[in-house]
C-alpha cells in the first residue's frame, strides 16, 4: 500500500469533515470530474484529426446497488494512466485537469471545470471505500486505485474493455445523525443531479425504474422495469440565445426554478464578453415573497461556474437595494477556493455585480419611462425595498435611486417622479413639499397643509416609515430642496398687509402666547400666530432635524424613547377658538389653563400622537361645555 504524504493526509481529514459544509455535494464534483474527462478527448481532437468525436459516444453514467450499497459514476471520457492514477489521485490538491490546461497553454476561454484538485476526495465523505478504474485513450492497459481513506492507496492492474473512468463507492452505513441511503436510492440521485449537474454539456444516463399495465390471460397486472434515461437537459437557457426563446421559455423557466408562484414583470437576458465574461438571466417578480420584508428573507442569486451550480444564493451578486430580484448567472471567470463551494471575494466578482446592478436599474428605468403601469405595480411590491436603499450608510446610494423614486402626488391623486414634480412646480414655487401620515386620506385632512395648497402647490404624500428618512438623506433634487409642511418656515412669501397683521397679532397677544407657553411647559418650544393655517384653529409644526413623524417612529425602537421633535402649537389668529383664548387671558385663567391643554391634545391626535393622559383630556372636555 502506498501512503499519502503528511501533507495530504491532514488535508483530506481536513476536507472530509470540515471543507464541504454539504454532504451531496460530492456527486457534483465526480460528475464535473467525468465532465472534465470528456473535455480532454474533445480538445484533442480539434488538433488531431486521427481522433473522431462523435458526440453520441460520449456520457457519464450513473448506477446505484441498494443490495451492495455501491454508486458508480462512469465516464467515457479520457482515462488515467498508472501514472496518471498515482500523480492525480495520490496527492490531493493535484490536478490533473490544470496541468492539462497548462500543458496545452490554453487560454481562459476554455471551459474545464476541475482546476482544483480536492474535489474527487469529497466522495470519502460518504464513502468507506473509494475504487477508481480507469483505461487511458490510447493505452492497451487499465488500472485500479483502491482507497479506504487516509491510511493510502493501492494501484494494480484491472479489466476494462472501453476507454474511460469507473468511481466506485461503497456507502457508509446510516447513523444517528445521517442518512447515507439518499445517496444509493433512485429519488435522491435524480434530486442532486437535477439540482448541481443540471447543465452539465454531456447527457448523464441512469437506469430509471417505471412501470407498465401487462395481460396475464384474461386479466391485467402492473409490472415495474428499468429504462435507462438523460437526466440532465444539458444546454441551460442562458445559453440559448435571445432569438431562440419566447417570452413562454422565460416563465417557464422562473416557475422550475421557484423563483416565485407569480409572473414575473420583467426578465433580463445578459451576455457579457470581453475581460470578464458571464451570462444571467433576471427576473423583477411581480410581488415579493411572505418573508420579504424579514430578517429571515435571504438575497441572491443562483450562481454557477461553467454550467456548475456554485451556490444556490449568492448574496454578493446583489445589492440590498435590489434584494427582490431573482435569477441566475454562469461565469468560467469566478475565482474559487479549494472547494467550489467556497467563493472568493475578487475584484471579478465585484465587476460582475456592478454590470448587473447597472443593467437592473437600466431595466427599471425603462419600464419608468415606457410602461408606467408595470412599473408602479412594481413599486408598490418593492417600492419601500428602494426607499431603505437611499436611507442605509447614510445616503451613499441615493443618487443611484432616487430616479426610481414615487410618491404620491395630492394634486395630481397620482405617483410622481421627483423629476416630474420639479417639472410642474409653480412660478415662484421654492421647495419639493411633502407631508406625512399614516394615509393618503390622513394627509388630506391635515390643517398644515392649507396654506401650500392655498398656493396651489403640490405635494408630496409620505405615507411609508422609511420615507421621511429617505427624503431627508436626499436633501434636495436638482437643486431643489425638500421641505415639509410641518415645518416653521415653508418659504412662502407673505404680502405686506398679512406679514403686518401677523406681527400685530404677535405684538398685541404677547401675554397670552406667552402664558400658553407656561402652561405647556417643555412639551412645545413656543406658541405664535399661525401663517400657514386658513381654517384651521389649530396644529403643531417643528423645528430642527427631528420632524413629529420621525418622533413617532422613533418612540417605537428600543432605547429611542426620549428623542423628541422641537414642537411649535400654532394657533390660527382668524379663528373663532382666538377670540375666546383672548377672552380667557383676560377674565379666566383657568379657563385659559383648560382650553390650552385640550387645544395641545387635539393638535397631537391631529398628528397621530397619543395624548398623555385621555381621562384627563375627556374631563376637560366636559368641564368646558359645562361653563
Known sequence: MKEFKAESKKLLDLMINSIYTNKEIFLRELISNASDAIDKIYYKALTDESIKFNREDFYIKIKADEEKRTLTVSDTGIGMTEEELENNLGIIAKSGSLDFKQELEMNSSI???????????????????????????????????????????????????????DVIMEIKDNTDEENYDEFIKEYGLRDIIKKYSDYIRYPIKMGVTKSRIVEEGEE????????????????????????????????????????????????IHMNVDGTLSFKAILYLPETPPFDFYTREYEKGLELYSSGVLIMQKCSDLLPDYFSFVKGVVDSEDISLNISREVLQHTRELKAIAKKIEDRIKQE?????????????????????????????????????????????????????????????????????????????????KLPQTELVRSKDFDILYLTDEVDEFSIKVINEYDGVEFRSVSSDDLGIEEDEEKKEEIEKVTKENEGLFKDMKEILGDK??????????????????????????????????PNNEQVKAKKILEINPNHKVFDTLKDAEKNDK????????????????????????PVKYTNDVVELMNR
Request: aromatic residues 12%.
Open 590 to 613: 383657568d379657563k385659559l389653563k383648560l382650553l390650552t391643554g385640550i387645544l395641545f391634545d387635539q393638535a397631537r391626535l391631529i398628528e397621530g400622537l397619543p395624548i398623555e393622559d
Open 364 to 444: 427599471l428605468e425603462n419600464m419608468l419611462q415606457n410602461d408606467r403601469e408595470a412599473y408602479e405595480k412594481f413599486f408598490e411590491s418593492f417600492g419601500k425595498q428602494l426607499k431603505f436603499g437611499v436611507y442605509q450608510n447614510f445616503g451613499m446610494n441615493k443618487s443611484t435611486l432616487q430616479d426610481l423614486l414615487l410618491f404620491y402626488s395630492g394634486k395630481e391623486k397620482k405617483q410622481l417622479s421627483f423629476k416630474e414634480y420639479k417639472e410642474n412646480m409653480k412660478e415662484g414655487q421654492k421647495y419639493i413639499y411633502y407631508a406625512t401620515g399614516d394615509s393618503n386620506d390622513s394627509i388630506d
Open 220 to 267: 391485467e397486472k402492473v409490472e415495474s422495469y428499468v429504462e435507462e434515461e438523460t437526466l440532465n437537459s444539458m444546454v441551460p437557457i442562458w445559453r440559448k440565445n435571445r432569438s431562440e426563446l419566447k417570452e413562454e421559455d422565460y416563465i417557464e423557466y422562473y416557475k422550475d426554478r421557484h423563483f416565485g408562484f407569480d409572473k414575473p414583470l420583467k426578465y
Open 524 to 557: 412645545v418650544t413656543s406658541v405664535i400666530p399661525s401663517k400657514k393655517l386658513t381654517s384651521s384653529p389649530v396644529c403643531l409644526s417643528s423645528e430642527g432635524e427631528i420632524s413629529i413623524e420621525m418622533e413617532k417612529i422613533l418612540s417605537h425602537m
Open 111 to 165: 471551459d474545464i471545470i476541475g482546476q482544483f484538485g480536492v474535489g474527487f476526495y469529497s466522495a470519502f465523505m460518504v464513502s468507506k471505500k473509494v475504487t477508481v478504474i480507469s483505461k487511458a485513450f490510447g493505452a492497451d492497459k487499465a488500472y485500479k486505485w483502491e482507497s479506504s481513506g487516509v491510511e493510502g492507496f493501492t494501484i494494480s492492474e484491472a479489466e476494462k474493455d472501453t476507454v474511460g473512468t
